[in-house]
């Protein structure tokens, strides 16, 4: 059967960024992953196996908890020195789980998305309400909860409805365009990517279904409208 995250890995350049990560080669063998924004930066806590990933990825700076890893709160001080390609393939899971097999999917052609409003059909029990969102409302709470500078680093590829309207009218058009590095969103204003960070080819974070969060989100404005 075929692999296509390998035959993705494979075809990619490095360095290349991913999300808030910077991957490059090791001198040596095998490759280095840091926080992009310390691409510069030599002191910095070293990991040396994939499974250091679940944890640099659990809290944010401030030691939160991150309950979407793809928000763009990734925590620095750290750099990752995997041997292989199997290691990095799992470290880039546990960053951003599933992303990599999603951008597998649309680089091959085979990526299902599925509009805002079916997936708020198929809730049931306490989430059943979420559906009854209306159409300004999901286009302001989308404008908040998924704009990559503050919320969210996955280029949007659902839709509203099935008549195939935008997710988000207030939201720039970059955050539709997976070819868009959503990561240059996610600085403090003020600040730059750095320049090694900048010049690496970009694999987008790829959003194709709404996730629970956002569903309790749309849940929470409906409930907020009944009281
Ligand atoms: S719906 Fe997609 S883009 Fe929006 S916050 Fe959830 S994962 Fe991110």
């Known amino acids: 059967m075929r692999d296509l995250i390998e035959e993705i890995f494979n075809g990619l350049p490095v360095p290349f960024s991913f999300g808030q990560i910077l991957v490059r ?3 040596c063998a095998g490759f280095v992953l ?3 924004d310390d ?9 040396r196996d994939a499974e250091g990933a679940i944890g640099i990825a659990k809290y ?4 939160n908890y991150r309950p979407l890893k793809t928000a763009p709160n990734l925590r620095h ?5 995997l041997a292989a390609v199997e290691e990095l393939r799992r470290a880039l899971d546990y960053f951003y789980p599933g992303r990599l097999a999603v951008f597998a999917a649309w680089k091959s052609g085979y990526l299902k998305t599925t509009a805002l409003r079916e997936t708020l059909d198929r809730q049931s029990g306490m989430y059943r309400v979420a559906a009854k969102i209306s159409d300004p409302q999901i286009n302001d ?3 908040d909860f998924c704009r990559s500078d503050t919320g969210c680093l996955r280029t949007i590829l659902w839709k509203r409805d099935r008549n195939r309207v935008i997710a988000s009218t207030k939201l720039p058009n970059e955050k539709f365009d997976p070819v868009y590095d959503q990561g240059t969103a996610s600085g403090p204003p003020g600040s730059a990517t750095p320049a090694t960070a900048a010049a690496a080819a970009t694999v987008p974070l790829l959003c194709q279904e709404a996730c629970n969060l956002l569903v309790a989100e749309c849940r929470k404005v409906v409930k907020d409208e009944d009281v």
């Open 25 to 27: 080669r090791r001198e």
């Open 34 to 36: 840091l926080h992009r």
């Open 39 to 47: 691409a510069s930066l030599d002191l910095l806590e070293t990991y």
């Open 60 to 63: 944010d700076d401030a030691g």
């Open 77 to 81: 001080g750290w750099r990752l020195e």
């Open 141 to 143: 709470l989308v404008t």
